[in-house]
């Protein structure tokens, strides 16, 4: 099994509903995300998953997040944009992309310190 991982960021500001502490106020961060995908055995050329190919749909799933209020666009406007639910929804938009490998994980960085693992 070979796994093939890829790390972008983005930065946006949110707010977390409900939290009742601090991270109810708006705030930003520069998310850090990496996808790892598997692979069972390598191609011809002898890569399990090309990294270019990785990087452009991750690129294409981060842009909308960019520079933006994350609750002001679905899903987070109806659901807090919490690192969990981050890492599910670039899961759920990476998963029609990536039909010739798995996707073993996503992690949310939110600070150098702190992060959230999916795992599907």
């Known amino acids: 099994m070979y796994q093939v991982s890829k790390k972008q960021h983005f930065d946006a500001a949110h707010y977390l509903r409900g939290y009742g502490g601090k991270c109810e106020e708006l705030h930003g961060h ?44 679905a899903p987070f406007d109806s659901i807090n944009p919490s690192s969990e639910n981050i890492a599910a929804t670039i899961h759920e938009e990476l998963r029609g992309r990536l039909s010739d490998v798995a996707i073993a994980s996503i992690e949310v960085w939110e600070s150098p310190e702190s992060k959230v693992t999916y795992i599907p």
Request: proline share 0%; glycine share 4%.
């Open 30 to 73: 520069r998310f850090e995300v990496v996808v790892t995908v598997e692979a069972e055995a390598l191609n011809d050329v002898g890569i399990a998953f090309d990294f270019v190919e990785l990087k452009q749909h991750l690129g294409e799933v981060l842009k909308r997040f960019d520079h933006v209020c994350l609750n002001d666009i």
